[in-house]
């Protein structure tokens, strides 16, 4: 059983190309798909045992890149503290409701019923920036093994800051 080049886990398949771009946010332009076509066609011919790695990372972002498109406005932010109002069911009488005559009111204090929920929402880390966080660290990883892409990346996060062959010099 012979497996095709799209088969083996050493060459890349016919989305990867796509899903780098994405990946590390690369402009769709020309030059820059050609940049990339040049990087893996580097990584496959001098060093394919890294592409498994390298596909497992832009499988990672993808579905990370799912989840982010799925979540709702409330799961965008951190929930610090959440209360309700509405009546509390074991404060309730047996048959459910609550009492109507004025009498019974006074008698029975209707804010004892009451349980409050409000939602706040903090600085904490939300799942979105949990989730953009993973994402970040798929995206650096992805770069270790097509470092020639770095400069062609727009997403913020993968922005060297210098890296460890830069240092500042000081005039005496």
Do not use: C
Request: aromatic letters at 4%; glycine letters at 4%; zero cysteines.
């Amino acid at each position: 059983m012979s497996q095709t080049p799209t088969d083996s886990p050493y060459h890349w398949r016919a989305a990867d190309l796509e899903g780098i771009r994405v990946a590390l946010s690369i402009p769709a332009r020309l030059p820059a798909i050609r940049a990339i076509n040049d990087a893996m066609a580097d990584l496959e011919q001098l060093y394919p045992d890294a592409i498994p790695t390298a596909r497992r990372e832009l499988d990672a972002i993808a579905a990370i890149d799912t989840e982010l498109a799925g979540l709702s406005p409330e799961q965008l932010q951190a929930p610090i503290e959440t209360r309700r109002k509405a009546a509390s069911p074991d404060a309730l009488p047996e048959d459910g409701t609550l009492p109507v005559k004025k009498a019974d009111v006074i008698e029975f204090d209707t804010e004892l019923l009451r349980e409050e929920t409000i939602t706040r929402y903090g600085s904490g880390v939300s799942i979105e920036a949990a989730l953009r966080r993973q994402r970040g660290s798929h995206a650096r990883a992805l770069l270790l093994l097509l470092p020639t892409l770095e400069s062609w990346s727009r997403d913020p996060q993968l922005a060297s800051h210098g890296s460890a062959f830069t240092t500042v010099l000081a005039r005496g």
